[in-house]
């Protein structure tokens, strides 16, 4: 057994002045840490492809625990989509806190990852560092058992991976769910989804996905496509939002758009913009899914005047 | 206080206090000294079911313009963007029902208002006026939600 785990910080995005200061205290509080090899990185999901963040992250073969502004399934696929792969572990079972979450029925589509542990622990779950390293410090002992840790030795000094990175915007597909049905490759106007060489659904070409487009996630019959940084928990990756697919969306009789015309909407403003943007001349026209029903519907509701 | 309206949405009441105006987008509103105070009306909350989330995206000091998207709500039943009811802007957000979003279940037309906004009375409606407008909104709002929840989204 290992004396020591790697710790993978993902730092908040620099927008986020209140979460640097708890990534500093966590650093701080995890440097020299027995049985702690630190290394901090940029935030996962903004880095790139073929980066030196994920150069790194890609030969560690062991376990390893990543603290991430992010939910830990949402780390976990992103890490995957990254081809960083293993098992989903989470700190809340070691504390007792929770029951263990029964096995996930597998789909056909879930790749079969190495024999190893990946840790994601969820660091926006608390808002003082102490509880977030007294959470990592029960995953180092479980996951450095039965080493005791005193008779670790000390913890080196932390590892700062540098890359300079900008905020992305992509889906991040859970495996565990993807039914691999292609709705999503049929629904995307925008090219980001392919088949791999064994005909699975990925995200081939993440960054031609329009920023702040979620549509393809609300449209998965799996509820199996992530926006990390989306507002809402069903589409951030909350596990527990979306375990039953997502909620009625509410926003069209709130003043927005039902989920399916929401979803419609949100690609077509992104396509719009993108045009806007690009000046293109419009090129081939996008129609899309008949709704004739729907459509009556969304119109009689304008006519209401919501 | 004088005796609320009451809207069936089906058997169940919604309760509409008359010592206020609402907006069309289901909020209601209330004139304080420094603006609107505004809030779900009891129609949405029940709409939304037992609420577990509520997010800003906007700050004290944001103009807003009417029907801008400036928050988010989670509840147990449905989820829903939040829209500015007024144009103006936001002059006060109440951290209570941010950090308990089930002041909107328990004490929705009181400690749990949302946010106050500047604004002048633009196109706000009288509880009578809310209620023809629940009433026109209800049959489309119940097709709408029941062909969401069948999942086939009308295709």
């Known amino acids: 057994m290992a004396d020591s785990i790697p710790v993978i910080l993902s730092k908040a995005r620099p927008d986020r002045p209140d979460r640097a200061r708890m990534d500093a205290q966590l650093v701080e509080g995890l440097s020299g840490r027995p049985g702690v090899e630190l290394h901090v990185l940029p935030h996962v999901y903004d880095l790139a492809p073929d980066g030196p963040g994920v150069e790194f992250l890609r030969p560690i073969s062991g376990p390893m625990i990543v603290l991430a502004w992010l939910y830990p399934r949402s780390t976990f696929w992103v890490l995957d989509a990254h081809g960083v792969r293993g098992r989903l572990g989470q700190a809340a079972s070691l504390a007792g806190d929770e029951p263990e979450p029964p096995p996930q029925a597998k789909a056909p589509n879930a790749p079969d990852g190495p024999d190893r542990t990946i840790w994601c622990v969820d660091l926006r779950a608390h808002d003082r560092a102490e509880p977030c390293l007294d959470e990592i410090g029960r995953i180092v002992d479980a996951a450095l058992e039965p080493a005791a840790p005193e008779g670790l030795p000390a913890g080196a000094l932390p590892d700062l991976i540098d890359e300079a990175t900008r905020p992305r915007w992509y889906p991040v597909v859970d495996y565990g769910r993807c039914t691999n049905c292609l709705e999503c490759l049929n629904f995307c106007i925008f090219g980001v989804y392919g088949l791999d060489a064994s005909e699975r659904i990925v995200a081939e070409e993440p960054d031609a996905c329009r920023p702040g487009c979620p549509a393809c996630a609300r449209i998965c019959p799996a509820g199996a496509i992530m926006f990390p940084e989306h507002a809402d928990p069903a589409i951030a990756g909350d596990p527990a939002a979306s375990a039953d697919g997502l909620k009625l969306d509410l926003s069209q009789l709130f003043g927005g758009a039902d989920p399916a015309h929401l979803a419609a909407g949100e690609r077509d403003r992104a396509l719009s913009e993108k045009q806007r943007r690009e000046e293109e001349p419009p090129g081939e026209k996008v129609t899309p899914p008949a709704q004739d029903d729907l459509d009556r519907l969304v119109d009689e509701l304008d006519d209401l005047d919501l | ?155």
């Open chain 2, 1 to 155: 206080m004088a005796k609320p309206l009451i809207f069936m949405m089906g058997r169940s009441p919604a309760f509409l206090p008359t010592d206020r105006r609402y907006a069309r987008n289901h909020m209601w509103a209330e004139a304080v000294e420094d603006g609107w105070r505004v809030g779900l009306s009891a129609y949405a909350v029940k709409l939304l079911g037992d609420l577990s989330h509520l997010e800003w995206s906007v700050e004290v000091g944001a103009p807003v313009e009417a029907r801008q998207q400036i928050g988010f709500v989670e509840g147990s039943k449905a989820t829903s963007e939040l829209f500015a009811p007024l144009a103006g802007e936001v002059r006060r957000i109440n951290p209570a029902v941010v950090a308990d979003p089930t002041l909107l279940n328990s004490n929705l037309y009181d400690t749990g208002w949302l946010l106050v906004l500047s604004a002048a009375d633009a196109g706000l409606l009288s509880p009578d006026e809310y209620l023809a407008h629940l009433a026109a909104c209800w049959p489309v709002a119940q097709r709408i939600l029941k062909g969401q929840a069948g999942g086939d989204h009308g295709r």
